[in-house]
């Protein structure tokens, strides 16, 4: 995580990003904003939800297992991305010499998070809990879900910048990492990659968010989403400078995943809706 100097203090409150020191307990920044995604949306959508007949409790619900399958399903991807290390290990199970040192390795191996992954488990997740839960019409709480995938994910990429787990190529106009883990971060003017995302998410929602109170593409927000975010996802991997996320042949891994989640969009705004029977 890089690090950069900038402090503040407030009654034992310190701040230093990439890292919050709240009383001898150290939180990582992009860990902050996630959790501070996580309570907005929580809070907001569901409210947003309820102006349109979705039940608030529900709505929670679904994105609180959403929430759940996405910490799962970023940390798995993570790992899968780094398959090369997570083979040595397979490889490497008998001579490893206590349970301390297998869980060491395996937390290097899946301590990060690829969103795709989250995002994926996310909705599997959410879609279970509907399946079970809600017995009529679904499409208002699929397309809540959709206004609250950019929101959260908003927060996300700001936590990603100040953190500096992930960082930009090289450019003149950016900014610079002197104490990042990743040794080849440091030192050199870095676009910020993380921030135009955020942008553009927080942007993505706030068109999805007024398409969702007019009613417009009723049932069909998801399928937008799936048609926007991975295009600018796909050009924005070529603005980052960090190899570890995997690729597969000339693309990487989110690249790759992104055609597939592009097409699944279209797909989505081709059928017609279906309301299920009450």
């Known amino acids: 995580m890089g690090r950069v100097p900038v402090s503040a203090f407030l009654n034992g409150f310190r701040i230093m990003i990439p890292e919050i020191h709240i009383f001898n307990r150290t939180l990582s920044i992009y860990g902050v904003m996630a959790g501070v995604g996580a309570i907005v949306c ?9 102006k349109r007949g979705a039940d608030y409790m529900r709505a929670q619900m679904m994105l609180l297992f959403a929430g759940l399958g ?26 490893i010499g206590s349970f301390k ?15 795709y992954g989250g995002l994926i488990c996310a909705l599997i997740a959410g879609a279970i809990y509907l399946a079970v839960k809600v ?24 936590g990603c910048f100040l953190g500096g787990c992930c960082y930009g190529v090289e450019s003149k106009c950016g900014f610079v990492y002197h104490y990042s883990l990743a040794e080849g ?19 993505l929602f706030f068109v999805l968010l007024a398409l969702f109170r007019k009613k417009k593409l009723d049932g069909k927000l998801l399928g937008l989403y799936f048609v926007t975010y991975p295009v600018y996802r ?3 991997e070529f603005f980052r400078g960090d190899a570890y996320r995997g690729f597969v042949g000339p693309l990487s891994t989110s690249q790759f995943i992104s055609i597939f989640l592009f097409a699944l969009g279209i797909v989505l705004l081709a059928l017609p809706r279906r309301k299920e029977a009450a």
Not at 86 to 91: E, N, R, T, V
Not at 187 to 202: I, K, T, Y
């Open 135 to 158: 017995k009529k019409d679904r499409s208002v709480y699929y397309d809540l879900g959709a206004v609250a995938i950019p929101l959260f994910h908003g927060f996300g990429r700001i």
């Open 234 to 236: 796909f050009i924005l």
């Open 42 to 50: 929580i809070f907001l959508i569901p409210a947003i939800g309820k």
């Open 70 to 95: 996405a910490l799962i399903g970023g940390h798995i991807l993570y790992g899968i991305t780094k398959s090369r290390d997570l083979i040595l290990l397979i490889k490497e199970l008998g001579s």
């Open 101 to 115: 040192e297998l869980v060491s390795r395996l937390a290097v191996i899946f301590g990060g998070a690829v969103f």
């Open 185 to 203: 971060a440091n030192g050199v003017s870095r676009f910020p990659v993380q921030l135009v995302e955020a942008g553009l998410n927080f942007a």
